[in-house]
């Protein structure tokens, strides 16, 4: 079945503990893409990633990291989580020019 | 910049509505255009979409045509259902150079009542 998976479901963290949210696709898609959404805000884009090994930041990158070493994977790293962060995060592919994007279940983070 | 307004909500409508969520945009070049769902709990996904100028995209009822000279890109269905209660994206995509840039709307959240 082609799939977006993305873990943890659901995080509690505290300020400042380092965090992964990992993402992967089954889907041998080229473009991967994380955002954000927030009440009011809609959906903003924090780093995308054309394929492996070029990634490059969207409209809200600050305090996010992301890498891309292989074609499935493209983990989002907060380095120094702060309560501004918490949101819920969906990680996204592409299928080249396409243009529909697939996204997974989405992650809850909460930093507190 | 590029961007995407859509009606802001909730929208409440009877069970066999006419629905119209309205959505506008602005970008430079020559976009796509997309409106996506997110049922409760899930992830968003694709519901129609429209790549050129007076393309119609359309899907389990839903339609949405590419108005280039309004810049806009309504949501409209005949006869709403409660199964169709959740929050509806749109969203448009430029591709400059081979770079795709990606940008959704805020939102508009419908429940529709039996």
């Known amino acids: 079945e082609a799939q977006v998976t993305q873990n943890p479901r659901y995080l509690i963290t505290v300020t400042g503990k380092k965090l992964t949210v990992t993402c992967s696709q089954n889907?041998?898609?080229?473009?991967m893409s994380w955002y954000r959404q927030d009440p009011g805000l809609g959906l903003r884009q924090i780093y995308y990633?054309?394929?492996?090994?070029?990634?490059d930041k969207g409209d809200v990158p600050e305090g996010y990291k992301v890498s891309r070493k292989e074609k499935r994977n493209f983990p989002l790293i907060l380095e120094s989580p702060s309560p501004n962060q918490t949101s819920l995060y969906f990680c996204?592919?592409?299928?080249?020019?396409?243009?529909?994007?697939?996204f997974g279940p989405g992650t809850r983070l909460t930093v507190t | 910049g590029d961007s995407v307004t859509q009606m802001e909500g909730p929208v409440t409508l009877s069970e066999e509505a006419f629905l119209t969520i309205n959505c506008t945009y602005t970008?430079?070049?020559?976009?796509?255009l997309f409106w996506y769902v997110q049922y409760p709990g899930e992830g968003l996904q694709l519901l129609l979409k429209?790549?050129?100028?007076?393309d119609k995209g359309s899907n389990k009822g839903f339609e949405a045509t590419y108005r280039k000279e309004t810049t806009s890109f309504h949501l409209e269905k005949g006869s709403v259902q409660v199964s169709d209660s959740a929050v509806y994206f749109c969203?448009?995509?430029?591709?400059?150079?081979?770079?795709?840039?990606?940008?959704f709307g805020t939102g508009t959240r419908l429940k529709v009542l039996a």
């Open positions: 996204a592919t592409m299928p080249g020019r396409a243009y529909e994007q697939y």
């Open positions: 889907m041998n898609h080229e473009y």
């Open positions: 990633s054309m394929n492996v090994e070029v990634t």
């Open positions: 970008a430079t070049g020559y976009p796509s």
């Open positions: 429209a790549t050129k100028a007076d």
């Open positions: 969203a448009l995509m430029v591709d400059t150079s081979g770079t795709y840039k990606y940008i």
